[in-house]
């Protein structure tokens, strides 16, 4: 499975025809083709490109959503 | 726009644009529900899905009313909703509710309204939790929102036999709620 630095994860912001990436727990998540991610952004909150993993805690949802999304790389923890 | 008003609920530290957006982007999953949930009542048809018309129904017009009762308050707040309609679906808070592959299968449409009503519990909790005692206009509209989506979940989820609602379909008038923002 892929290896992500941040900087390679940050180019994965959905922007510009980019794939949408996002990293939470030390794994990375392709949300390109989910609908709440529409151009790499969720809601006005959160983009794509970026480490998650303390975010899911203010969310209204829990970790069954990420589960809906493939996950398709690593982002080691520090 | 409420200028006054507006600005009462800037000074609480609330930011107003991201309050907003929020606010748009449920109007839209509101209406784009109501469309789908048109699609979805007409085929829920036959011995299984004639038992679950009427709440999809109810359902139906209550978030029809929700997107009404959203709209006032967009503006107050200084926003506006987009001009193109397409832009609007596609800015929605909640994925759209479409009919599944086998439009006969009742189950899979109840998932399909389960999980509509699921979405939107869970956005107008986070729009609650956002303005609680700080914009109690919003607050108060989002909580009788949310009051009747609860229910519609509840509805759907005692089909696919996750327990009982506790409680009758609606007896009377719809959106014993939110009815007050739209009379």
Excluded at chain 1, 17 to 29: E, L, P
Excluded at chain 1, 36 to 64: K, M, N, V
């Amino acid at each position: 499975m892929r290896r992500f630095n941040e900087k390679e994860l940050a180019r994965c912001n959905g922007e510009a025809g980019a794939s949408a990436f996002i990293a939470y727990k030390g794994n990375v998540y392709d949300v390109s083709r989910n609908f709440l991610w529409q151009g790499g952004r969720h809601f006005r909150i959160h983009t794509a490109g970026s480490d998650l993993t303390h975010c899911l805690d203010l969310a209204p949802h829990g970790e069954e959503m990420l589960e809906r999304c493939p996950v398709i790389g690593e982002f080691p923890e520090e | 726009m409420a200028k006054v008003a507006r600005e009462m609920v800037e000074k609480t530290g609330i930011n107003l644009d991201q309050l907003v957006e929020l606010l748009v982007k449920n109007a839209a999953a509101e209406l784009t529900t109501f469309y789908y949930y048109t699609i979805l009542r007409a085929n829920l048809i036959g011995l299984e899905g004639e038992g679950i018309k009427e709440i999809a129904e109810t359902a139906r017009i209550e978030d029809r009313n929700h997107f009404e009762a959203l709209v006032p308050r967009i503006y107050e707040l200084g926003g506006k909703l987009p001009e193109d309609m397409k832009v609007f679906h596609d800015l929605s808070a909640c994925p759209p509710a479409r009919l599944p592959k086998n439009p006969k299968d009742v189950k899979a449409m109840l998932k399909v309204l389960v999980e509509a009503e699921r979405c939107a519990v869970r956005g107008y909790t986070y729009i609650c939790n956002l303005t609680a005692g700080k914009d109690h206009r919003t607050y108060d509209l989002s909580t009788a929102i949310l009051n009747e989506e609860i229910e519609h979940e509840s509805w759907f989820s005692e089909f696919l036999g996750e327990g009982p609602s506790g409680h009758f379909m609606r007896r009377g008038e719809t959106s014993p709620f939110v009815g007050k923002f739209i009379r």
